[in-house]
């Protein structure tokens, strides 16, 4: 299906015992795919970046695994491809000195936070209550640096003893701060959930069989839940940051890069006490499929699924259930190629702070080879005037919902078929049709739009 090439399964080894996990259907092809060769000679000597190229490249194969986590810090707005190596350095800099402050706040009021550990069980009450025995955040083992509670509520062994002390000074120190504040409270609730994640996040990975990476997974989304008081922490959000820890060695870019993903996402992740933020692409994902497959969409309306819930997890983590490790990492990279966004960049800056902003950045004229070819599409048609234009994702569930539309309207004959059909395209799926087809539709989608 895919011609000769290099699997690239090999660099996200499996654990051996994980006999189940699907193949990787992405190759590393020879004059398609993005090479650390390629990527070098798009630079000019200052470290001017030419976008429209990679861009281009990316588009028709993805990126090699060797430079993928740099790549993706250009893709996801964390440079401009118009500054210099020295302007990004000190961006980077900057950014690590930050990332640092704010994980040192996190140690000060939490100091499992930075210590090579983690947590999995509650350390405070909905009501601000420190969990003041111990053994609820038994430390089991330092040199493994987890944190996790003992199942039957017993101490192991002495060896114990030292964590248990460490334990019971974190829970004095939380005492001793008397009452806590609405933040604080908040974001220790969150702490349990994340370790509840962190350790059943891609854990058929080699990578995550050493207890340093757990931590630093969950460090970072512990430090986002602080600085994100509106969204917080939700679960997906380790699913959406695990690649970024294996591809980017420092734990401060590697953060960053999270960030920036989540400034395109958090929107899904936002919730009231009457909504989750996703169901507005939801609703526009029953949009397009009325446009596109109108006999679809009244199948599933009749089946009691116009909300489109089925498809919630596509859109919250990006296809991770739906495609193998290794195609939903080139999935993700090839939506964003299509639709980067030269203007980003000095977006998310000014947002931050406009002092900040890197010298020279502002006000360079960008042609529409800056842009990905979905994003052109979008200012072709004038998409995105007096709102936000829809991302690439929603295209490619209506896409996969179309592929299987006939099986859809033959063998649904109630909700739990449909989700029984979906599921059983986990790893059979192929990313670049996937792409494809999602702007085939979109551009079928905004041609139909304009005449209405």
Known sequence: MWGSGEPADSYYAVRPECTDVAKS???IRAGKTLSARKWQTAFSPEGHLDIGKTLSRIQRGGIHPSIRGE?????????DPKSTFDEREQIRQRRRTQYARWKEECCEIFPVVGSGRFITAAVITEDGQPIQHPL??????QDKGS???????????????????????????????????KKVIQWLLTLHQIGLDVVRTDRTLVFYEKQENLSKLWDILAVYAWIDTDVGYCQGMSDLCSPMIMLLEDEADAFWCFERLMRRLRGNFRCTDSSVGVETQLSSLAAITQVIDP????????????????AFRMLMVLFRREFSFCDSLYLWEMMWALEYDPDLFDMYEESESASNKAEGSKGRAKSLRHYGKFERENMK???????????????????????????????????????????????????????SSAMKLHKKYLKKAKKT
């Open 25 to 27: 259907r992405f190759k």
């Open 71 to 79: 790549v993706w810090e250009i893709l996801l707005s964390c440079y």
């Open 147 to 181: 944190a996790l509670p003992s199942e039957d509520g017993n101490s192991a062994d002495s060896s114990d003893a030292e964590a248990i002390a460490t334990t019971s000074e974190i829970i004095k120190k939380l005492i001793n701060r008397g009452p806590l504040d």
């Open 381 to 435: 048609n004038g998409a995105g005037n007096s709102e936000a234009p829809l991302p690439i994702s929603v295209f490619l569930v209506a896409s996969v919902l179309k592929n299987k539309s006939a099986k859809l309207l033959t063998e649904a004959r109630g909700l739990d078929d449909v989700v029984k059909i979906l599921n059983d395209m986990t790893g059979n799926l192929d990313a670049k049709k996937a792409c």
């Open 295 to 310: 006999k679809l969409h009244q199948h599933l309306d009749a089946l009691g699924g116009g909300d489109y819930l089925f």
């Open 136 to 141: 609820v955040i038994l430390e089991t083992n």
